[in-house]
């Protein structure tokens, strides 16, 4: 027998009716949910999400200032500007940034030190802003990018305008050179100000005055679509282009003192007496700096550093050598000032000198002597001994005091970097830096300026300066006017002063200059051959710096002595006698002589200075 079970409805219904309020339930609170997030996003959110929104329309693109023009005295250009291209990215509309990177790398070349610059930038500055990736693209590289431009989303070719030095090498030194941002200076630059800026100065003026050349951002605000591509420009703040720079360098000037070296090592520094103003700076070998804005690699940079003649060596401002008998007209006018000597004070030379008590002969550069020697002629014909004998009267404490009055032994201020001090030796440094206590013999040899005294060629040419002026000291400087590139107004720079040496008796300075006059017009002068057929009068005192020691019983041989172990030559002086408007200090690294090598490349640039029509 089958039995059938009877439905119930009411159960089924009740069912039925759960499962309908749990669906009810679950809708009504997926709705919630939604109406909740509505109200985030369009209410609470707004404000958020609009400014997003805009973000996706509108760009903030920066525009780098046109960099300031340097130039000589008399408008010849030493730094501009010219067209380059250079590859950018923009790391957000690229979808795979690595893969980019590696594909562009073999259209073009990319260097590691590329890829280490464009990802220091990437870190540090906006994701929609164009980041260089390569520059100064050749036209070969140029021409293979556009032609595959369609396969690189957020990478473009774009043109800008680069450093360039049209004089290279003749006056490296002193304008130096921009290179490309690197991590320390990210570090201290204003990064919203240098946006969109690949380069920036270095060394020289171009880093002295980077404020003034580098001037002010702009930007645009441009509209864009999904896929980035320019539509419009809603807004522009023009960028300020910085200041153009007029040095007081004279480019006539630096090249006949450059020219006149020849095959020399060396350095030569012009000062005008009166102003300040560095009207010559040469340190041969120079170097081309467009080299350091392109970019060295490793190798070529290593070649430089490397080389035997160390061409990125200034040895104008970083040189420092003994400053030999340069160092005679200033001691000699410590005597008078101390009253040691009297102008008529003479002495027996006959060819060294002894301290009492002591057997060892400090030598003059002249062995059988000088014979009888007073002030003037001591100077004229560069006697030794005469001036070890002052130099042990003097004693070192007052022979270090006076060279301070001239600047020895301290940076002049000159307005660029890199400056050293020398050094004007005296017991207290002596005593710091070696623990040694000072010897009566170092101040014989600090009296005809070798042993521990060291000078660079830009002091010798202030110290030059200030013999020149009687005493006046100005602050050595390569700023002649700043010019706006809107108005063309120039702002003149004006001389600094420095407290005057103070000289009791002014007759003193006479002495010293009319025994410097004897060194070129002399007879008996160590410089006269370089003052053959002048039309003018000039001061001089010649110099020879020891490279290495000779033993007591030694002679120096110069045909036996290889080249780079040679003399020193050095020279300075100041022209013309009456009216000193030019003061100039030389020295020829292993030139042996300074009569012969250094005196003759001065004579070269007074005549090109006073025969040329300068005020």
Known sequence: MTYFAIKDHTAETRRFVRRIWWSMAMVGCAVLILVARLVHLQVLSHEHFATRSQENRVKVIAEPPLRGMIYDRNGVLLAGNQPSFRLEVIPEQVANLEETLAELGKLVEITESDLKRFHSLRRRMPRFQGIPL???????????????????PGVDIVAALTRHYPLAEHVAHVVGYVGRIDEDELQHLDVAN???????GKIGVEKSYESVLHGKVGYQHVETNA?????RVLERVAPIPGKNLFLTIDMRLQMVAEEAFGDFTGAVVAIDPN???????VSKPGYDPNLFVRGLDAKQYQALQEHEDRPLYNRALRGQYPPGSTMKPFIGLAGLEYKIVSPSHTIFCPGFYQLPGHEHRYRDWKRWGHGKVNLERAIVESCDVYFYDLARELGIDRLHEFQKLFGFGSKTGIDIGGELAGLAPSREWKEATRGQPWYPGETLIAGIGQGYTLTTPLQLASATATLATRGKRLVPRLLHALQDPDTHEMTLQEPVHKEPVPVVDPANWDHAIAAMTGVVHGERGTARASAAGVQYRYAGKTGTAQVFGIKQDEKYDEEKIARKLRDHALFIAFAPLENPRLAVAVIVENGSSGGSVAAPIARKIFDAYLSGGNP
């Open 275 to 281: 102003t300040g103003e560095v009207l010559a700076m």
């Open 134 to 152: 390569r520059l100064h693209l050749s036209e070969e590289e140029i021409g293979r990018f556009a032609v595959n431009r369609h396969l690189f």
């Open 194 to 200: 240098y946006s969109g800026t690949t380069h920036v």
């Open 227 to 231: 896929q980035g591509r320019l539509l």
